[in-house]
């Protein structure tokens, strides 16, 4: 346990209302990344953050953002959600070694959502 | 790019038994990290074991170890002494050791875990 937390847990929204989903991480580690999981694709990341407001688009970025203002929060957020986007989406972090980050990643509970 | 492939999507063993399972992965990179997650009903993420690829020795974690071929990209995971607990999705994992790259996991799609009693 790395101390994340990820809220809400499940959330079912509308298309095209917005939603942010927020990871909240309590030993200040360096990188944190969001990643959706859906059935045969394993993980993919979404987008991931080296610091606070230093942030880069993972392989899946297209309709979502992101944000970090403090070190310990990292927000995804679905502007304009869309049926493709229901999934199960986490959040992860990674210790930081000398040069870069530390070999493995940990990761929250998971959020499910669900857009109708 | 890398690729990670896991071709087994469902395995099923008896009760203390053995069980492997398989993972492929391409790659043009020397130096990387190799992981095995374990997603149980609960959907929590969680880390078995994991390999350094400059490392010749086999990881091995109690009833956990790995078979790693770095020369036929290979990367499979025994559990010894099955046990009820073991069933789960299991997600081979792979990190580029490059500097600035950005350090993220290429997963497989998994394989499903099934414990007789």
């Known amino acids: 346990d790395a101390g994340i937390t990820q809220s809400p847990r499940h959330k079912v929204t509308e298309t095209g209302t917005p939603v942010t989903l927020r990871c909240h991480q309590t030993e200040n580690h360096r990188y944190m990344y969001w990643y959706r999981q859906d059935p045969g694709h394993g993980l993919r990341l979404i987008h991931y953050?080296?610091?606070?407001?230093?942030?880069d688009k993972g392989e899946v970025s297209d309709g979502y953002s992101v944000s970090r203002s403090k070190t310990e929060d990292f927000l995804l957020t679905l502007e304009s959600a869309t049926s493709s986007q229901t999934s199960v989406y986490f959040c992860?972090?990674?210790?930081?070694?000398?040069?870069?980050?530390?070999?493995?990643?940990?990761f929250g509970p998971g959020t499910r959502l669900t857009v109708t | 790019a890398q690729t990670v492939t896991q071709s087994q999507p469902e395995m099923s063993v008896q009760e203390a038994e053995t069980v492997t399972l398989s993972c492929t992965y391409d790659t043009s990179e020397s130096d990387y990290y190799l992981f095995w997650y374990k997603q149980p009903p609960s959907r929590q993420m969680i880390l078995v074991i994991r390999?350094?690829?400059?490392k010749q020795q086999n990881a091995t974690e109690n009833r956990f170890s790995v078979n790693f071929q770095k020369a036929a990209k290979s990367f499979s995971l025994k559990i010894s002494d099955s046990q009820l607990g073991d069933a789960a999705m299991y997600f081979c994992a792979y990190r580029s050791a490059v500097m600035d790259s950005n350090y993220q996991l290429i997963w497989g799609a998994g394989t499903k875990l099934i414990i007789k009693p």
């Open positions: 992860a972090i990674s210790r930081s070694g000398v040069r870069g980050p530390v070999y493995e990643q940990y």
């Open positions: 953050s080296y610091g606070v407001k230093d942030t």
């Open positions: 390999q350094e690829a400059y």
